[in-house]
């Protein structure tokens, strides 16, 4: 018998850029861990079981991580989805309280990066998980020698911008607006603000994009902590509640790969799949959304998220962009926090930073950075090889 799931709490770090801040994974997820047990009120006693996501740390990372918080002796679960790992512990934690196995559960996700661009399956084909994600770029555009995962993303946008007529400009304007929120954001990895020139004159990574339009690997660490309605009763949180109305996660499929396309074979089906199941579970649509936090792992990848939530008909996104219709004032307003691209990624707590972010707009906790009068968030989140994560929050 199912129960409805609540974010109670959450908590993030700084994200910082590698080897800024002498710390390692477990002292980062420490203090993000710490915050979010404290912004519920809550000890971590009460926590029945923990979802960790990292990528890059080896086998039982969450267990080291989670121990700074207390020895228990609690479940604890190791996750790895690559970009999509921290919604995926969320959803793990979710599932543990919508199933009535646990009425409190800790999800949290972090990483240690190495400074420099990501790798992404360049090297061995045959070993890759990957490899058939790069085998269609190969075969489609070759394979140069610019960063992996930009490769496939900038064949991406030139594949739209062969298609639909999209511009420079407009992919651009995405990394633009979105380092023009971080200015708001103390925890955000970057606050610098760029105009749309800086940016197109910023350094090419991978013909369209522009270093300003890419994320950046980074350290942190992320942590909400996920409970039952009977939980939220008990312990008086109602005020602090925020219900996670539905979500889903969709993986490859047919579509993914048939049309020989990067679009499709970076996740463009896998985002609209799962958006629609969002939709069709929780009776929402996109029109009642307010904020949306989404997967900009490059300003590509901004737009056709945009499609695939049905923000606007296919190949419309950069219209939309350039409209003012994605940032404040406009209809919805997407990456408050600045996003991947200005916020920082590092992989296991990129999801669950999202939901801290709606969490704190839908409680108007956001200060300088707020919607006004957000009710409802929608929080996007996708790994490459490959996992899509929607997960759709409303205020309590």
Not at 27 to 50: N, R
Not at 279 to 302: A, K
Not at 346 to 371: D, F, K, N, S
Request: with cysteine; glycine share 12%; aromatic share 6%.
């Amino acid at each position: 018998m199912s129960t409805k799931a609540y974010v109670v709490g959450v908590g993030m770090t700084k994200f910082e850029k590698p080897e800024t801040r002498d710390w390692q994974y477990w002292d980062m997820a420490k203090e993000a861990g710490t915050a979010a047990l404290a912004d519920a009120g809550i000890p971590y006693g009460s926590v029945e079981q923990a979802a960790v996501g990292y990528c890059f740390q080896a086998s039982t990372a969450g267990q080291r991580a989670v121990y700074e918080l207390g020895l228990t002796g609690i479940p604890v679960y190791n996750l790895n989805n690559n970009c999509a790992t921290g919604s995926t512990a969320l959803m793990t934690a979710r599932q543990f309280v919508e199933g009535g196995i646990a009425d409190c559960v800790l999800a949290l996700g972090f990483e240690k990066m190495a400074r420099g661009s990501l790798g992404g399956g360049a090297g061995d084909f045959k070993t890759s998980p990957v490899a058939r994600h790069y085998g269609i770029m190969a075969a489609a555009h070759g394979f140069e020698m610019s960063p992996p995962t930009a490769q496939i993303f900038g064949n991406a946008a030139r594949e739209h911008m062969e298609r639909y007529g999209t511009t420079e400009v407009q992919l651009a304007a995405v990394g633009a607006k979105n380092h023009q929120h971080s200015a708001n954001n103390p925890n955000a990895q970057f606050q610098d603000v760029y105009t749309v020139d800086e940016i197109l004159a910023a350094k090419t990574v991978h013909r369209p994009l522009t270093k300003l339009q890419c994320s950046p690997t980074s350290d942190g660490a992320a942590a909400a902590l996920v409970v039952s309605e009977r939980f939220v009763e008990e312990h008086g949180l109602r005020g602090r509640a925020v219900e996670i109305a539905a979500q889903a996660m969709t993986t490859d499929t047919e579509e993914s790969f048939a049309s020989g396309s990067c679009i499709d074979a970076v996740g463009r089906p896998m985002s609209r799949a799962a958006a629609r199941q969002v939709y069709e579970r929780s009776g929402l649509g996109i029109e009642d959304v307010d904020v949306i936090e989404l997967h900009d792992c490059f300003s590509i990848n901004e737009l056709l998220t945009y499609e695939a939530l049905g923000m606007c008909e296919e190949g419309a996104s950069g219209k939309l962009v350039e409209s003012g219709a994605t940032t404040y004032g406009g209809r919805w307003v997407v990456n408050p926090s600045g996003g991947l691209i200005s916020k920082g990624h590092p992989l296991g707590a990129t999801g669950i930073a999202q939901t801290a972010e709606l969490v704190w707009q839908l409680r108007g906790e956001a200060g300088a950075r707020q919607v006004n009068g957000a009710r409802v968030g929608l929080a996007h989140n996708i790994g490459l090889g490959g996992a899509a994560v929607v997960t759709l929050l409303r205020r309590s």
